[in-house]
């Protein structure tokens, strides 16, 4: 059945071996989401994950779990996957996969250091906003300080994560204001890299129908680049991170590291604006 469903993954796995762990969207509430509207949630079995490792290249060095969220399965389940990826691919160094915030916090940080032992050594995890206002009305189903906690889980498990932004989440009037409470939450933990994604209208989302009955106005295209230029310009994340703008959802694509590139950066968005 999974094989019928659509596949999606971050452009940089393009050429990782793609592993089926989860169909669908376990919450399937976000506002702004068209992705899996269509699909019902269910998780592919230990049997079937075996069986597509076991005709995998055996000189696979990274594996991409798909799922809109992996990390809902659970601990044990998890455990066995990354332990039958370990056995079947043994040059495997690094095991990739969406998340959220939601399913992290199930895990106690010894787990998740025992799956780093295992190979998970990358995770794509959608914050989307420092705002608590903007995450309830996009029904994220968690709030900035759970996002923190789950941050500094990882952190302190020594597991790498991109950390996943969007401008205009707070809608028209509210960019700048975004960007501080984003940059404020970002700047509390270490990331890989942070990723920003314009936040796009999809005509079959809960969002669209927002928009119509006049719950929700979009921010206009100056004022997303307002947004990006605050947090640009306020981001400051432990250690440094790669500030990546090069999602195909945004206007401006950007790419360097922060601090070090903040002002070419700035320089490369104003020429933009």
Do not use: W
């Amino acid at each position: 059945m999974y094989k019928d469903e659509t596949t999606y993954y971050p452009t940089s796995e393009r050429h990782t071996q793609l592993i089926p762990v989860t169909v669908g969207c376990a919450h399937k509430k976000c506002a702004f989401c068209a992705m899996y509207e269509d699909c019902s949630y269910s998780e592919v079995s230990i049997n079937d994950i075996d069986y597509e490792l076991q005709y995998g290249n055996e000189y696979t060095e990274k594996v991409f779990l798909t799922g809109a969220d992996p990390m809902h399965i659970g601990f044990a389940k998890l455990e066995k996957i990354l332990q039958l990826i370990r056995r079947r691919l043994p040059r495997c160094a690094c095991v990739a996969a969406y998340a959220s915030v939601r399913s992290i916090l199930k895990y106690s940080v010894e787990e998740l250091k025992q799956l780093h032992e295992l190979g998970l050594r990358l995770l794509y995890i959608g914050f989307e906003s420092g705002s608590d206002e903007a995450l309830a009305l996009m029904k994220k189903g968690n709030t900035s300080a759970q996002a923190l906690e789950a941050a500094l889980k990882l952190n302190e498990a020594r597991i790498p994560f991109n950390t996943i932004v969007m401008y205009g989440f707070a809608g028209a009037g509210k960019g700048v204001e975004n960007a501080h409470k984003t940059a404020a939450l970002v700047n509390q933990f270490k990331s890989n890299k942070i990723v920003t994604m314009n936040l796009t209208l999809y005509p079959s989302t809960p969002l669209a129908s927002m928009v119509e009955r006049g719950e929700f106005t979009e921010a206009s295209n100056a004022e997303k680049k307002e947004e990006l230029r605050v947090l640009l310009q306020e981001l400051d994340p432990p250690g440094g991170s790669l500030f990546d703008t090069t999602h195909s959802t945004n206007y401006i694509h950007l790419l360097g590291r922060l601090p070090e590139e903040r002002d070419s950066l700035l320089e490369q968005l104003e020429q933009e604006m």
